[in-house]
């Protein structure tokens, strides 16, 4: 997710303080089944999916990068969901590879702020080491706009993944493909909205398309939101459908979408980025749709 202007991050800073003293992925369609020889050929030509890859590459926004976790304004990758050595967070790398296996053989090139006009960039840093595994987190940052009319159109977003994709594949053929669905942002309003210095909080920028005016309960805002919340619908379907037509990628099923997260899961340094708990929450959903035999 995005990282506040200059000024928002020194009125954030204030909040801060003030708060420390108060709480101290077969791709479906086609009309007709397709023959049984058919089928029987692509079962066995379609790559068995690898429920402990030897290595792990991530790339996206400001989740994976931890941001917001340990102190304010700050990334902070030994706590991100995906590759952190955190022992509280319990990274999806440390899963799978052990902790000193995840200190040598993974790698975090997700950047705050990055929308999924990013990711080729990202993704040929992480096909450099021919990794057994990336994990794909973002697009709230496409959503998260000054306003819903400046959100990144779906056809963009879907072209934009694609080419991800491609990039990946071009350079690392096998490298498998772990995709997280986009947060539920209206959720994150309703949740953060209980917290009045949260709120306060939003007011200094942060994903004002969904974020701003918490509290406007009129129908224009809830029109808006319910905008944004549509368009990230739309973005989860994008990211659900290139992955099936990928045989070396998986979805979670909408599964980050629909946790049901509260306040715990939120850091109170925002109101917005995952906690030190909420990372952890991440890496469980990761773990369970990476290691599953079948998606």
């Not at 934009?160 to 690392?172: G, I, Q, S, V, W």
Request: charged share 20%; net charge neutral.
């Amino acid at each position: 997710m995005g990282k506040p202007s200059s000024r928002t991050r020194a009125a954030l800073a204030v909040v801060a303080v003030a708060a420390l003293g108060v709480a101290g992925c077969d791709a479906g369609g086609g009309s007709a089944p397709a023959p049984d020889g058919t089928r029987e050929h692509a079962a066995r030509s379609a790559p068995e999916w690898n429920t402990s890859p030897r290595s792990i590459a991530a790339v996206g926004d400001s989740i994976t990068r931890g941001f917001d976790a340990c102190t304010v304004l700050s990334d902070c990758p030994e706590v991100s969901w995906a590759t952190g050595s955190d022992a509280q967070v319990d990274s999806l790398a440390v899963r799978l590879l052990g902790a000193p296996g995840a200190a040598r053989n993974s790698w975090n090139y997700a950047v705050t702020g990055a929308r999924m006009a990013d990711l080729p960039g990202q993704m040929t840093q992480a096909a450099a080491h021919s990794p057994g595994l990336v994990t794909v987190m973002a697009g709230a940052n496409d959503a998260c706009r000054d306003s819903a009319s400046a959100m990144t159109p779906v056809a963009a977003f879907r072209a934009d993944f694609e080419e991800a994709l491609r990039t990946l594949h071009k350079e690392a053929p096998k490298t498998q493909v772990y995709v997280a669905s986009v947060p539920n942002l209206k959720r994150l309003w309703a949740e953060g909205r209980t917290n009045p210095l949260g709120k306060e909080v939003w007011k200094l920028g942060i994903c004002p398309s969904m974020l701003s005016d918490a509290d406007d309960l009129t129908k224009g805002a809830g029109l808006r939101r319910d905008q944004v919340q549509q368009r990230v619908v739309e973005y989860n379907k994008v990211l659900k459908d290139v992955c099936a037509q990928d045989r070396r990628c998986r979805f979670d099923g909408g599964a980050v979408y629909a946790y049901d997260f509260d306040t715990d899961q939120l850091s109170h340094w925002d109101w917005f980025h995952p906690s030190r708990n909420g990372q952890a929450r991440l890496a469980e959903i990761a773990y369970r749709a990476v290691t599953k035999k079948q998606p």
